[in-house]
């Protein structure tokens, strides 16, 4: 990389310039002071453009516009080399301050958001694909209860992981408690001998209970079920408290016929 080459590829890192400004910023730096008129021929650009983007590079900081004296016409130099490490150094205070600001921010936006929620009661979120569904397991595993029906089938093809996944967050989270309504099979039974019983609940569904090959979870106020077809994943997250605590009523009725 030759030295235009790296001042344009910092210039657009760090002041996002466009490919005009850069056309026209490089040109300063040979031919400044000169007029608009005259970058413009320079630059072949026409005269609107190049005004338009040395307005934009004078707001940045990194070009000036002045007059030699009355009547003159306007001229545009380049700002000293020195001139970037202040721009920087008040960026990088400038977002210190943002910084000290971040938690009380991200508490703010947090409380908007559940009194939209309380005001908008359900929310449903649709997931698509490995990568995407993959988001939802994330979600769960970070909830310090769940509640599943579990009848994983094709599932445990498309996520072999996903039992390990399970296991680490357990062992992790000493406050996570997991009651599982769950198939007999051999990844199950595997499954269960990592889980610590003090904090892991399982009971195996029968063949009348009758279960879809699904992954249930209820968690954290949402329910998530999770479905294979054809090597094909998809989701689905509802956030609702009456739909949680009714989900959650169901399951227990269904763990006490068990």
């Not at 020195?82 to 936006?109: C, G, M, N, P």
């Not at 569904?205 to 994943?233: R, T, W």
Request: glycine share 4%.
């Amino acid at each position: 990389m030759n030295n235009e080459e790296a001042i344009e590829k910092f210039l657009v890192d760090e002041f996002n310039l466009s490919k005009k400004e850069i056309i026209l910023y490089m040109n300063l730096v040979k031919h400044a002071p000169t007029t608009v008129l005259e970058l413009s021929e320079i630059a072949n650009l026409n005269r609107i453009t190049t005004h338009v983007n040395i307005d934009n590079l004078s707001k940045k900081g990194l070009v000036t516009q002045f007059r030699k004296g009355r009547g003159s016409r306007r001229q545009i130099t380049v700002e000293p080399p020195e001139k970037l490490s202040v721009i920087l150094q008040a960026r990088k205070a400038k977002l210190e301050a943002a910084e000290k600001q971040l938690d009380f921010i991200t508490q703010a936006i947090a409380s908007l958001n559940k009194e939209n929620k309380q005001m908008n009661s359900t929310e449903i979120r649709h997931y698509t694909g490995k990568e995407e569904v993959k988001l939802i397991y994330d979600e769960v595993l970070k909830a310090k209860e769940i509640r599943t029906y579990a009848n994983t089938g094709e599932l445990l093809n498309i996520f072999p992981g996903n039992i390990n996944k399970f296991v680490e967050a357990h062992n992790k989270n000493q406050d996570m408690y997991i009651w599982e309504i769950i198939a007999d099979s051999d990844e199950t039974q595997n499954y269960l001998k990592q889980m610590d019983p003090k904090r892991f609940f399982y009971k195996f569904a029968i063949a009348k209970l009758g279960l879809p090959p699904i992954d249930c979870l209820i968690f954290d106020g949402k329910i998530a079920m999770i479905e294979a077809k054809k090597g094909l994943v998809s989701g689905i997250i509802i956030e609702n408290p009456s739909f949680y605590k009714y989900s959650e009523a169901i399951h227990e009725f269904v763990w006490d016929y068990l």
